[in-house]
Structure formats: C-alpha cells, structure tokens
C-alpha cells in the first residue's frame, strides 16, 4: 500500500503551506507514504502530441518521467496546490495536465484510487483544492476529503506589505499594517486547518485499509462524469 504525496509549491519546504499540509494528510494516514515535490522541477504542460496514444506513456522528456512510475505504482494520492489568481498554479496544473498519457483505449492505470486533495491561498485554499478534486474525477478518482487552509502571501516578506495599497496586508488588515510575526498566516497556526489534514489523513487511511473496491470506485466515479456532462452539447 503506498500513497504519492505531491507538493505543487515551488517555495522552500519549510516555508510552503501547502508542503506542511501534504504531509500532515500523509503522516495522519499510517501507512507507507513517498513525498514528492514540484519545486524546482522542470515538468511542462501537456503538448497534445498523442505520442502517449498507443501505450499510455508520455513521449516528453522532462522530469516527469521519473514521478511516472510512482504514479500509476500508487494506490492513493495527496495533492496539493498553492492558490494563484484564484486557481491552481502552473505547476501543479502542468503536472496534472500530463496524465493525460494514461487516458487512452480506456486506459484504467488510475481508475478506481483514492485522493485527497490540498490548497493554500493567501486569503483561500479552496479554489485550488476544488480545481484538484476535478482532475481527480477525470480519471476517475475518488476525493476522500478536501483541505484548504491560509497561506502567507508573498507580500509580508517583499519590503512593501505596510504602505501598498494593493497588497494583501493592507486587503486583510485595513491601512496602516504593522507586519509581525503574529499577523503572518501559517497554516500551522489554524487549528482547524490542522485537524481537517489529520481528519483527511485518517481517512484516506481506513478507506485503504479496509481495502476499497476500485472497481465499484470507478462505476461511481463514472456516474459523477457522465452527469456532469449530461445536456452539455
Ligand atoms: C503569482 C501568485 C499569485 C497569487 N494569487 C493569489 C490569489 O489569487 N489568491 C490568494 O488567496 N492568494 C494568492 N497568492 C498567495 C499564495 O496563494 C500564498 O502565498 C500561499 O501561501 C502559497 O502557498 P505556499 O505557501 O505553499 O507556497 C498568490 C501568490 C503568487 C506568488
């Protein structure tokens, strides 16, 4: 049993909210777990060459190809992903876009798995974590629980956060903002965020240990998709 946990922000580990998330959905599970990070990583959007087309396997060279493996190895994944302009950042969606490759022929590598899916935003983690949730369902994937929590904005650290008027301090705390260690939003400090990821570990956890029918997964999954699309054209 082993679970992808997957960090789509590129800063420092120790610095990023969505990291911290991750791995505390990760450490809550009990059970085996591998982290891998997007920071640093040069893994670019799906190109829609159809070289995956005849065996679900992704002709682009970047490093993608190595997370390849873990990937359709896994039997469940923690994804998250910073909020930027109100959706998923580039990299997470880039990331995401690529697994296109295993959608061919009805290509079933990831039907049926389970995910949990995280954002962390300066105001809100919610528009990434719902942008995830949809990947998931696209390739059939079960969200077990979603976690946002409030991120720090790059703006605390920039040198401007107390006089810019366009800046998140001064949306959040109203003009004049003296920027303290206390002001600064760290998931770390939300206790309820906290609880959700351990909630979410949890369960991820016992829906795996009580061995899930991937196959019942799926029908159910397919049946989200095909409302969705239902009336559409
Ligand atoms: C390019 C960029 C765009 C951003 N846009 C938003 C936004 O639209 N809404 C928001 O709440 N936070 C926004 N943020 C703030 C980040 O979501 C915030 O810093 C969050 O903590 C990032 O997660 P991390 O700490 O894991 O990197 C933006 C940050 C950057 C760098």
Redesign the pocket.
Known sequence: MLILGI?G???KEN??????LVNTVLESTGLDYEMVSLRKKNIAGCIACLGCVKDNVCKVEDDLQPIREKIVAADAYVI?A??????L?AATHAFLERWFQFRHQEGDLLWGKLGVAVG??????Q?PADDIEQFFLYNFIETVAKVSG?????CYSCGHGETCKVG?PHFLHGEGVKISEEII?DVTKQPEVMQAAVEAGKKLGERLRDGHDRAQVTQKMQAIMMEKFEGAV
Do not use: E, L, M
């Open positions: 960090s922000s590129p800063r610095k990023s909210g969505v990291n911290k998250g910073p909020n930027y302009y109100s959706t950042n962390v935003g300066g105001t809100t983690g528009f409030q991120g720090a904005a790059s998140i939003p």
